[in-house]
């Protein structure tokens, strides 16, 4: 069930009214059994998958707490059993076509059989999510959770569990086992992040999605029609995957959850840095907890530091998935974050435009960093082309071409479609913008109680939200796409 | 040592918005600013009404398929294929999508047969289509060919909603008369379900189709509007990107395939020939003595071997031929024929323009019973 479904209006409609019926206990078995319907709605048997990694890293953490137990055979089952399921249903292929190809190259043709399966959706997701969990359990900085429900649910919960943001235990945990209470307040706001998830993945990206779908499904494009689509692609990416993670967050906040903050306006970045500040926030910071710092971070000199940030962010690419074009991604994130730190680039981060506080910038001098923003508006959208582009025959072709070396009429028709994706993208912009200049987003710290709204809040929702629902009437693309991030 | 101390190249979790359990708040104030909200996104839309009686210039038609809309801004029918058919007089006229554009030379086969044949393919194009060419184009031109062919994969002659909506919906609109009432039931029969009731009415009560036409047409040429005042000339500088700039020819192999598979639940053909134009064309060639064969084509082989078919979808083609037969039309399965070989497709489905002569004489080998 996909989130821009009417199937899901009514699901999630009918689990809100059903739900907030029931005493604390009733609820979660409820929602439980919402979530795994809502997974198993078209594959049932990817229930089977996420039950199984609940069962294992539930059970893992519980024996790891049990005193005389060796803690660490419990942590390598649990990350020998997610690492593997994840490797099995996500990395086989790409691994036995590459053995097979390396073994052709020397001579030895040695068919490998190749999986014909379907990647279960989410399970990147879920299974990180999960085994963040047990190693907080194995480090002593969580409880195991005795109650197998609750756990469930904290892997299988709905609005987060196909393509994020990725919780931690200690922050949701807790939330499952308390009591919650209906906060029309919060609900109303949520309702508002829901409707904007909606125009930026049924406006927005799906109509973006479709101008980068046509430029990169052509041949041989020129250099004006390529980054169009690439900066297409941009604008697809983030305002489907915000989208998503808006529409998980609001659909969580009418169920008292409050899910972690994915995106904090990342196209104002200021440097490769601050991107990854702002872009995906909850696998980079998953990353930085579970892989980046046991490395060693930063602790062990300058270059033990660039090559844990360059693993990291090969390790981050390759999660995305089984293709070179998403190792080659991470690793040029990586290699820009290295290039910033020598070069002593990342003084740029205490000068963030639009950063939950942006208190710290004077606007007046905004307009000095517009370089600085641009040049890493420019890396990004390279990295993008190398995330898109699958086929590394033509990224190559893609990164000689020389500007206005095409037809007259191919670079008249770039400048069309980058126009077109521009206007689409205004919204963001605005969205973006509006952040700026007051200092704050509209959904940093909510208010709670109907006292702290004034009337003229209400006044601004209603008319965003008609607004928002006039224009998705009208301008919802005829193609609607899925979510990119559940490919992953 | 914290984390956040350790380096700040990535970012720690931020911290939730929310407390941690926010408080029960419901109050009559609160309900009405939820109710002023919810009014404001049912009210709000309807402004388009007014708005596209002041800026919508252009005129529009109660729509030939009121199942799916109430009016439509349409694309004229286009008269010119029955002239065609009249002047030619073909002996076997073939019908279909790319499909049947790329597998048959109607020059090499009328060289073939020594008789003149004709094509009336259009790519992107579904059953809807089929149904309307073979009535409003073959039937008016009075014409009565030996044979007609019509080249289809799958389950897409009994699924009128194939290519039916959105880009694909101007070539229906070129092939469709004033009023389609047999088609307009077909399709209502297949969209009774719960949420295309909903989609028409919020159609129907905001006005969508209409907003949508204009406002789709101001995003989409406005930047046109910088090199071009006159209308005329923009309509043929985004044809021109359309077909020529970003066409067929200029796309990737796989890409410009149409791979789309069969979904084993809709292989139902007791269930989904009766809502489908399978047996308004049967009808149509009975009441006008005409022959129809209806070819049904293999798709791309895996690994040089036929494509795998689920037992749903082979049953689903037996009750096709047994049905088609039983109604004194032909019908022919090209799925699992050795001499189509991988090495005739060129992308996707597609038969590569090297071996469509491979292919036309093949068909014209397998057909001789048609053909004589």
Same mark, same amino acid.
């Given at each position: 069930?996909?989130?821009?479904?009417?199937?899901?209006?009514?699901?999630?409609?009918?689990?809100?009214?059903?739900?907030?019926?029931?005493?604390?206990?009733?609820?979660?078995?409820?929602?439980?059994?919402?979530?795994?319907?809502?997974?198993?709605?078209?594959?049932?048997?990817?229930?089977?998958?996420?039950?199984?990694?609940?069962?294992?890293?539930?059970?893992?953490?519980?024996?790891?707490?049990?005193?005389?137990?060796?803690?660490?055979?419990?942590?390598?089952?649990?990350?020998?059993?997610?690492?593997?399921?994840?490797?099995?249903?996500?990395?086989?292929?790409?691994?036995?076509?590459?053995?097979?190809?390396?073994?052709?190259?020397?001579?030895?043709?040695?068919?490998?059989?190749?999986?014909?399966?379907?990647?279960?959706?989410?399970?990147?997701?879920?299974?990180?999510?999960?085994?963040?969990? !047990?190693?907080?359990?194995?480090?002593?900085?969580?409880?195991?959770?005795?109650?197998?429900?609750?756990?469930?649910?904290?892997?299988?919960?709905?609005?987060?569990?196909?393509?994020?943001?990725?919780?931690?235990?200690?922050?949701?945990?807790?939330?499952?086992?308390?009591?919650?209470?209906?906060?029309?307040?919060?609900?109303?706001?949520?309702?508002?992040?829901?409707?904007?998830?909606?125009?930026?993945?049924?406006?927005?990206?799906?109509?973006?999605?479709?101008?980068?779908?046509?430029?990169?499904?052509?041949?041989?494009?020129?250099?004006?029609?390529?980054?169009?689509?690439?900066?297409?692609?941009?604008?697809?990416?983030?305002?489907?995957?915000?989208?998503?993670?808006?529409?998980?967050?609001?659909?969580?906040?009418?169920?008292?959850?409050?899910?972690?903050?994915?995106?904090?306006?990342?196209?104002?970045?200021?440097?490769?840095?601050?991107?990854?500040?702002?872009?995906?926030?909850?696998?980079?910071?998953?990353?930085?907890?579970?892989?980046?710092?046991?490395?060693?971070?930063?602790?062990?000199?300058?270059?033990?530091?660039?090559?844990?940030?360059?693993?990291?962010?090969?390790?981050?690419?390759?999660?995305?998935?089984?293709?070179?074009?998403?190792?080659?991604?991470?690793?040029?994130?990586?290699?820009?974050?290295?290039?910033?730190?020598?070069?002593?680039?990342?003084?740029?981060?205490?000068?963030?435009?639009?950063?939950?506080?942006?208190?710290?910038?004077?606007?007046?001098?905004?307009?000095?960093?517009?370089?600085?923003?641009?040049?890493?508006?420019?890396?990004?959208?390279?990295?993008?082309?190398?995330?898109?582009?699958?086929?590394?025959?033509?990224?190559?072709?893609?990164?000689?071409?020389?500007?206005?070396?095409?037809?007259?009429?191919?670079?008249?028709?770039?400048?069309?479609?980058?126009?077109?994706?521009?206007?689409?993208?205004?919204?963001?912009?605005?969205?973006?913008?509006?952040?700026?200049?007051?200092?704050?987003?509209?959904?940093?710290?909510?208010?709670?109680?109907?006292?702290?709204?004034?009337?003229?809040?209400?006044?601004?929702?209603?008319?965003?939200?008609?607004?928002?629902?006039? !224009?998705?009437?009208?301008?919802?693309?005829?193609?609607?796409?899925?979510?990119?991030?559940?490919?992953? | 040592?914290?984390?956040?101390?350790?380096?700040?190249?990535?970012?720690?979790?931020?911290?939730?918005?929310?407390?941690?359990?926010?408080?029960?708040?419901?109050?009559?104030?609160?309900?009405?600013?939820?109710?002023?909200?919810?009014?404001?996104?049912?009210?709000?839309?309807?402004?388009?009404?007014?708005?596209?009686?002041?800026?919508?210039?252009?005129?529009?038609?109660?729509?030939?398929?009121?199942?799916?809309?109430?009016?439509?801004?349409?694309?004229?029918?286009?008269?010119?294929?029955?002239?065609?058919?009249?002047?030619?007089?073909?002996?076997?006229?073939?019908?279909?999508?790319?499909?049947?554009?790329?597998?048959?030379?109607?020059?090499?086969?009328?060289?073939?047969?020594?008789?003149?044949?004709?094509?009336?393919?259009?790519?992107?194009?579904?059953?809807?289509?089929?149904?309307?060419?073979?009535?409003?184009?073959?039937?008016?031109?009075?014409?009565?060919?030996?044979?007609?062919?019509?080249?289809?994969?799958?389950?897409?002659?009994?699924?009128?909603?194939?290519?039916?909506?959105?880009?694909?919906?101007?070539?229906?609109?070129?092939?469709?008369?004033?009023?389609?009432?047999?088609?307009?039931?077909?399709?209502?029969?297949?969209?009774?379900?719960?949420?295309?009731?909903?989609?028409?009415?919020?159609?129907?009560?905001?006005?969508?189709?209409?907003?949508?036409?204009?406002?789709?047409?101001?995003?989409?040429?406005?930047?046109?509007?910088?090199?071009?005042?006159?209308?005329?000339?923009?309509?043929?500088?985004?044809?021109?990107?359309?077909?020529?700039?970003?066409?067929?020819?200029?796309?990737?192999?796989?890409?410009?395939?149409?791979?789309?598979?069969?979904?084993?639940?809709?292989?139902?053909?007791?269930?989904?020939?009766?809502?489908?134009?399978?047996?308004?064309?049967?009808?149509?060639?009975?009441?006008?003595?005409?022959?129809?064969?209806?070819?049904?084509?293999?798709?791309?082989?895996?690994?040089?071997?036929?494509?795998?078919?689920?037992?749903?979808?082979?049953?689903?083609?037996?009750?096709?031929?047994?049905?088609?037969?039983?109604?004194?039309?032909?019908?022919?399965?090209?799925?699992?024929?050795?001499?189509?070989?991988?090495?005739?497709?060129?992308?996707?489905?597609?038969?590569?323009?090297?071996?469509?002569?491979?292919?036309?004489?093949?068909?014209?080998?397998?057909?001789?019973?048609?053909?004589?």
């Amino acid at each position: 069930m996909t989130f821009h479904s009417l199937d899901y209006v009514a699901f999630l409609l009918l689990v809100t009214v059903v739900y907030w019926r029931l005493p604390h206990g009733a609820q979660n078995w409820f929602l439980l059994a919402a979530s795994y319907l809502f997974y198993g709605w078209i594959h049932p048997w990817y229930c089977i998958l996420l039950g199984a990694t609940t069962v294992v890293d539930w059970w893992a953490a519980l024996r790891m707490t049990t005193p005389g137990a060796r803690r660490r055979r419990w942590l390598v089952l649990s990350l020998g059993s997610n690492l593997a399921a994840l490797g099995f249903f996500k990395y086989y292929n790409f691994f036995a076509g590459n053995v097979q190809q390396a073994l052709a190259s020397v001579g030895l043709a040695t068919p490998l059989p190749i999986l014909n399966i379907l990647l279960p959706v989410g399970i990147s997701f879920y299974t990180f999510q999960s085994l963040s969990y !047990t190693i907080d359990v194995y480090r002593g900085r969580l409880p195991a959770s005795r109650s197998l429900r609750d756990f469930a649910l904290f892997v299988g919960f709905f609005p987060q569990l196909v393509a994020g943001p990725i919780e931690r235990a200690q922050a949701l945990l807790p939330r499952v086992q308390q009591a919650r209470a209906f906060n029309l307040v919060v609900a109303r706001d949520a309702l508002v992040l829901i409707a904007w998830g909606l125009f930026k993945k049924l406006v927005i990206a799906d109509n973006a999605g479709i101008i980068a779908n046509r430029v990169f499904s052509m041949k041989d494009p020129g250099f004006e029609m390529l980054w169009a689509g690439v900066f297409a692609f941009g604008i697809q990416i983030y305002a489907d995957f915000s989208a998503y993670t808006d529409i998980a967050r609001g659909s969580a906040r009418w169920l008292g959850f409050d899910l972690m903050k994915n995106f904090d306006h990342p196209y104002l970045a200021l440097s490769p840095a601050d991107f990854w500040r702002r872009w995906h926030i909850s696998l980079s910071s998953w990353f930085r907890d579970y892989l980046y710092i046991p490395l060693g971070g930063s602790r062990h000199g300058l270059p033990r530091t660039l090559a844990n940030i360059l693993t990291t962010f090969v390790v981050s690419g390759l999660w995305h998935g089984a293709s070179w074009n998403f190792v080659l991604w991470g690793g040029f994130h990586g290699l820009l974050l290295v290039i910033e730190r020598v070069w002593g680039a990342a003084r740029a981060r205490g000068r963030s435009v639009g950063r939950g506080s942006v208190g710290h910038v004077r606007r007046r001098r905004a307009w000095r960093l517009l370089p600085q923003w641009a040049a890493t508006f420019v890396l990004v959208h390279i990295g993008w082309l190398l995330f898109r582009e699958t086929d590394t025959r033509m990224l190559w072709r893609d990164l000689s071409l020389i500007p206005g070396t095409s037809p007259v009429t191919e670079q008249l028709a770039g400048l069309y479609l980058f126009l077109i994706a521009a206007t689409l993208s205004l919204p963001l912009w605005a969205h973006s913008l509006w952040t700026v200049w007051h200092g704050h987003s509209y959904t940093d710290r909510p208010a709670v109680l109907e006292s702290q709204v004034p009337t003229r809040t209400v006044v601004w929702q209603a008319a965003a939200v008609g607004v928002m629902f006039a !224009t998705l009437l009208v301008l919802r693309s005829r193609t609607t796409l899925d979510f990119i991030y559940f490919q992953f | 040592m914290p984390p956040s101390a350790v380096d700040p190249i990535l970012p720690p979790a931020p911290p939730h918005e929310l407390p941690r359990v926010p408080p029960a708040e419901w109050s009559r104030q609160g309900l009405l600013r939820l109710s002023a909200i919810l009014l404001a996104a049912a009210l709000l839309p309807l402004l388009w009404h007014p708005v596209m009686r002041m800026l919508s210039s252009r005129a529009v038609e109660p729509s030939y398929l009121p199942a799916l809309e109430a009016s439509r801004e349409r694309i004229a029918f286009r008269p010119g294929p029955i002239q065609d058919r009249q002047t030619l007089q073909p002996s076997y006229v073939f019908i279909g999508d790319s499909m049947l554009g790329t597998r048959i030379d109607p020059g090499y086969l009328a060289g073939l047969t020594g008789q003149d044949v004709a094509l009336l393919a259009r790519a992107g194009t579904g059953s809807a289509y089929w149904y309307l060419a073979f009535k409003n184009y073959l039937i008016p031109s009075g014409v009565r060919p030996k044979v007609t062919f019509v080249f289809f994969r799958d389950l897409n002659m009994t699924d009128p909603l194939f290519r039916l909506t959105g880009p694909f919906r101007w070539s229906l609109d070129e092939v469709a008369a004033p009023k389609e009432p047999a088609l307009d039931d077909v399709i209502a029969a297949r969209t009774r379900g719960a949420w295309y009731r909903v989609h028409n009415a919020v159609n129907a009560v905001y006005n969508v189709d209409r907003a949508n036409a204009w406002v789709e047409r101001q995003l989409y040429d406005w930047p046109v509007r910088l090199w071009t005042a006159d209308a005329l000339d923009r309509r043929a500088w985004l044809d021109r990107l359309t077909f020529e700039v970003m066409g067929l020819d200029r796309l990737r192999p796989m890409a410009a395939a149409d791979l789309q598979a069969a979904e084993d639940a809709e292989a139902d053909f007791a269930r989904n020939m009766p809502r489908s134009v399978l047996p308004l064309i049967i009808e149509l060639a009975k009441a006008h003595r005409l022959k129809v064969c209806f070819v049904r084509v293999q798709r791309r082989p895996l690994r040089n071997q036929p494509p795998v078919q689920s037992p749903q979808l082979q049953a689903y083609a037996r009750a096709f031929e047994a049905y088609v037969e039983g109604q004194g039309m032909d019908f022919h399965d090209d799925t699992g024929d050795p001499a189509q070989t991988l090495a005739m497709y060129e992308d996707g489905d597609h038969i590569g323009r090297a071996h469509r002569q491979r292919y036309t004489r093949q068909f014209w080998v397998n057909q001789q019973r048609l053909f004589r």
